[in-house]
C-alpha cells in the first residue's frame, strides 16, 4: 500500500515534469524529447515526445531540372498553392495519413532515388515512402491508383499516427 502512496505523489510531481517537457519542445528546435526517469527498482517513468510533422509543399522536379527555360514558373507554381496549403491536408479526399508513429523517408535509402514524384502517376499498392518505427521499415503503399499531388513532408521526418503525408487524387 506504501507503493501506491509514493506512486501518487510521483504522479503529482510527473504531471509536471511532462508538462515542462512539452513547454521545452514547444519553445525550442528540437522534434523529439525522450526521458527516463528511475524512482527505483520496480518504478520508474518514460517519456517521449515529438512535434507534428511539418507540413511542407515540393516544388515540380522538373521546374527545378530545368530553371533557364521556365523562370516564372517556380515563382507562379507558390502563389498558385497558397490557398491550398492553408486548407487541412488531411481532409482533401487524396491524403494518405501514416497508418504508425515514426520516422517517414521518401526514399529506400539515403542518397537513393525518392519512390515517387509530384506529378508522378501511381498505381494502387505502390509504395510511395517508408515509415520507420522500432527499428522495421514499413512500406506505405498508394491506396489508390492516381497521381501524386503533394508531398506534405520532408525526408527523414518524424510522423505522428493519422498524419497527413500525400495526396494522391
Known amino acids: 500500500m506504501s507503493n501506491d502512496s ?9 504531471v ?9 519542445l514547444n519553445s525550442s528546435d528540437l522534434s523529439e524529447l525522450s526521458v527516463k526517469r528511475e524512482y527505483g527498482e520496480h518504478d520508474r517513468l518514460t517519456v517521449s515526445l515529438s512535434k507534428h510533422a511539418r507540413q511542407v509543399t515540393y516544388a515540380a522536379p522538373v521546374a527545378a ?3 533557364a527555360a521556365a523562370p516564372q514558373a517556380p515563382a507562379a507554381a507558390p502563389a498558385a498553392q497558397l490557398p491550398a496549403i492553408t486548407e487541412d491536408p488531411a481532409s482533401l479526399p487524396g491524403a494518405v ?4 508513429v515514426g520516422t517517414a523517408y521518401l526514399s529506400a535509402e539515403p542518397g537513393a532515388a ?14 510511395l515512402l517508408i ?4 527499428k522495421t521499415m514499413n512500406h506505405i503503399p498508394a491506396p489508390r491508383a492516381g497521381v501524386v499531388k503533394r508531398i506534405l513532408i520532408d525526408d527523414g521526418t518524424p510522423v505522428e499516427f493519422g498524419a497527413p503525408l500525400m495526396v494522391v487524387e
Open 6 to 14: 509514493q506512486n501518487g505523489k510521483h504522479h503529482e510531481g510527473d
Open 16 to 24: 509536471a515534469f511532462i508538462q515542462s517537457l512539452a513547454e521545452l
Open 65 to 67: 531540372a530545368a530553371p
Open 97 to 100: 495519413t501514416s497508418p504508425m
Open 114 to 127: 525518392p519512390f515517387v514524384q509530384i506529378g508522378q502517376a501511381v498505381a494502387e499498392g505502390d509504395t
Open 131 to 134: 515509415v520507420e518505427a522500432m
